[in-house]
């Protein structure tokens, strides 16, 4: 009867949890917030919103044209901190970990702690006990790195400017201008690095040397070779993540492929072009890759790619967004949206409220 009760009392508690997720959509042009069940649970009145990642979301309001107020809301659309109610933009760094992208100010939200953030942008969601963060603690000119949880670390050397060190390494810039990969204890693994991406993500480090060009291994070796596209020269600037066991990468301007982590490829289409933008890299999501395609008249639409380069959601739509907790938002045929990842149509007009 007991093992009954707890088997009932789990049940129970996952689905609180569960019908407690809310995913972000829009309509007339405002942000609003629905449940699993399909129902609005905060009204649409945000000129700007993020999913929730955790208990919190980032939305915005438009003060005057162009000038957004930026906030930090729990589920029931309360602000939770004063201290993230401020006219610049946020980021979340991390759950419960927030960046404001103007003073270089870093916050947590459930410590309290802030901390002068050395690093000017963060291209996505990190995760993980071993993410460190670069700051100047104290307004100390040598920077140095943070854990998770606040606690910090100085990193020997002669450090012109360090980058977030994910998996034990970091890109990093001397005082005398030298690039390299570095570890937790400042060696340094790889040098001569002309450009790599912003952080190691799903074990991978996109790097490009002197003399080779390819990602990394958390060792420091080149395990998949490969040539990386870059418009401009500002490292690290080499925005292909993996995500989901692939990397999307463009090596001209105007190639992709899919590489998977063992070094396998496919090559796109050259009538798909990979969404991406500053702060957002393409990434899969929910196993969907958001690209753009040109109809019959030469007018972009937005569909969906599989891990097949295939199309799995169809490009038939004149705005989008990508996959985020099982949903993207969409407009179809001037209608605002969100679909799920086997692209069935929701109207926001018809959420139940």
């Given at each position: 009867?007991?093992?009954?009760?707890?088997?009932?009392?789990?049940?129970?508690?996952?689905?609180?949890?569960?019908?407690?997720?809310?995913?972000?959509?829009?309509?007339?042009?405002?942000?609003?917030?629905?449940?699993?069940?399909?129902?609005?649970?905060?009204?649409?009145?945000?000129?700007?919103?993020?999913?929730?990642?955790?208990?919190?979301?980032?939305?915005?309001?438009?003060?005057?044209?162009?000038?957004?107020?930026?906030?930090?809301?729990?589920?029931?659309?309360?602000?939770?901190?004063?201290?993230?109610?401020?006219?610049?933009?946020?980021?979340?760094?991390?759950?419960?970990?927030?960046?404001?992208?103007?003073?270089?100010?870093?916050?947590?939200?459930?410590?309290?702690?802030?901390?002068?953030?050395?690093?000017?942008?963060?291209e996505?969601?990190?995760?993980?006990?071993?993410?460190?963060?670069?700051?100047?603690?104290?307004?100390?000119?040598?920077?140095?790195?943070i854990?998770?949880?606040?606690?910090?670390?100085?990193?020997?050397?002669?450090w012109?400017?360090?980058?977030?060190?994910?998996?034990?390494?970091?890109?990093?810039?001397?005082?005398n201008?030298?690039?390299?990969?570095?570890?937790?204890?400042?060696?340094e693994?790889?040098?001569?690095?002309?450009?790599?991406?912003?952080?190691?993500?799903?074990?991978?480090?996109?790097?490009?040397?002197?003399?080779?060009?390819?990602?990394?291994?958390?060792?420091?070796?080149?395990?998949?070779?490969?040539?990386?596209?870059t418009?401009?020269?500002?490292?690290?600037?080499?925005?292909?993540?993996?995500?989901?066991?692939?990397?999307?990468?463009?090596?001209?301007?105007?190639?992709?492929?899919?590489?998977?982590?063992?070094?396998?490829?496919?090559?796109?289409?050259?009538?798909?072009?990979?969404?991406?933008?500053?702060?957002?890299?393409?990434?899969?999501?929910?196993?969907?890759?958001?690209?753009?395609?040109?109809?019959?008249?030469?007018?972009?639409k937005?569909?969906?790619?599989?891990?097949?380069?295939?199309?799995?959601?169809?490009?038939?739509?004149?705005?989008?967004?990508?996959?985020?907790?099982?949903?993207?938002?969409?407009?179809?045929?001037?209608?605002?949206?969100?679909?799920?990842?086997n692209?069935?149509?929701?109207?926001?007009?018809?959420?139940?409220?």
């Amino acid at each position: 009867m007991k093992k009954l009760f707890i088997f009932i009392l789990s049940l129970m508690t996952s689905f609180i949890l569960f019908a407690e997720e809310l995913h972000v959509f829009k309509m007339n042009g405002k942000y609003g917030y629905f449940d699993e069940e399909m129902k609005v649970k905060i009204q649409p009145q945000y000129d700007k919103a993020e999913e929730f990642v955790g208990d919190y979301a980032i939305v915005a309001t438009e003060i005057r044209k162009e000038k957004f107020q930026y906030s930090v809301i729990n589920k029931e659309n309360k602000i939770v901190d004063s201290k993230l109610d401020c006219s610049e933009e946020l980021l979340l760094i991390t759950e419960n970990l927030y960046y404001n992208n103007w003073n270089s100010f870093l916050y947590n939200i459930k410590t309290k702690k802030d901390y002068n953030c050395q690093f000017a942008r963060g291209e996505y969601i990190y995760s993980g006990e071993d993410f460190y963060i670069p700051v100047e603690k104290n307004n100390r000119e040598v920077p140095c790195y943070i854990t998770l949880d606040g606690n910090d670390f100085n990193i020997s050397g002669e450090w012109l400017k360090l980058y977030p060190m994910k998996s034990g390494m970091a890109f990093a810039v001397k005082k005398n201008f030298d690039q390299l990969i570095i570890d937790e204890k400042g060696n340094e693994i790889v040098t001569e690095v002309a450009n790599a991406g912003y952080n190691f993500s799903e074990g991978f480090l996109p790097v490009e040397t002197s003399k080779r060009s390819g990602y990394i291994s958390n060792k420091g070796e080149f395990v998949i070779q490969c040539k990386f596209y870059t418009a401009e020269f500002n490292p690290p600037n080499l925005l292909y993540p993996f995500n989901e066991g692939v990397a999307v990468v463009q090596q001209k301007k105007d190639e992709w492929y899919i590489f998977d982590n063992h070094g396998k490829y496919i090559m796109l289409s050259s009538e798909y072009t990979p969404m991406t933008s500053y702060l957002r890299p393409s990434i899969f999501s929910n196993g969907r890759l958001l690209v753009s395609k040109a109809d019959k008249n030469r007018n972009k639409k937005y569909g969906y790619l599989n891990k097949q380069g295939k199309e799995a959601i169809p490009c038939i739509y004149t705005e989008e967004s990508p996959f985020e907790n099982g949903y993207a938002m969409v407009v179809y045929n001037n209608e605002d949206g969100i679909i799920d990842k086997n692209g069935k149509f929701y109207a926001s007009s018809s959420l139940n409220k």
